[in-house]
């Protein structure tokens, strides 16, 4: 049996550590008025194949992790790579085809960033590093201009997704779970209710935590 989970805060406020130093949270109105204005979104898409012992989103056979995310995804969509050894010059490659697009996200490597809904700026793609928190202020910037910023997370076994988005995709998450594998067990759940790592990883000590948010089929 495999298990997917897509943990996910909506909205939420992106307080980045650059961002957090130039503007600190010095006071309970300013909290209040940040968290009013709080427009951004953010995911975290995981999988596990419970009987062959493997943990990690891009792991599963049939890659149906992968087409889950795929299918949330609006065009276009473009594959960016910051490659360290070319003198960080970056390599755009737009995907339009939905099996390419699988296939970019399973083997994606770490210095690579999907962008969707987006038409490039070249000025504010130039801002992305190999460096995550280098480009906090770009992902910042693409997702005020409405698009969904996805990075590979280092997994047990291949990569995990981290999804930052203008726009909250848990409701779209839940109705492509809705197609997975009858063997296939999703669910979409609050980050908030899943901190800490006896709680992440739920379906490794007690798969019905979470049954509330288990996608219905």
Known sequence: MRVIKYFYE????????????????????????????????????AASDLVNNTVGGSSLEDQVAAKALADVLDGPIWFVNLDP?????????????????VRSLVTMS??????????????VLGLLTTDRKASFGA???LLDMGATVVFPEPAHVGHDWSIFSAKPLSARFTEALRKAPVDCRAFVVPYVKARGEHKF??????????????VKR
């Open 110 to 123: 770490s210095t690579s960033v999907l962008i969707s809904n987006l038409n490039p700026n070249d000025d």
């Open 10 to 45: 909506e909205p939420t406020l992106l307080d980045f550590p650059e961002s957090a130093s130039e503007s600190p949270i010095d006071s309970g109105e300013r909290f209040i008025k940040l968290m009013r204005e709080k427009t951004h979104h953010r995911g975290y898409l």
């Open 201 to 214: 990883y739920f379906e490794q000590y007690d798969l019905g935590l979470f049954s509330e948010y288990e």
């Open 85 to 101: 050894t070319a003198g960080n010059a970056l390599n755009c490659a737009l995907e339009t085809n939905r099996a390419a697009i």
């Open 139 to 141: 992902i910042v910037r």
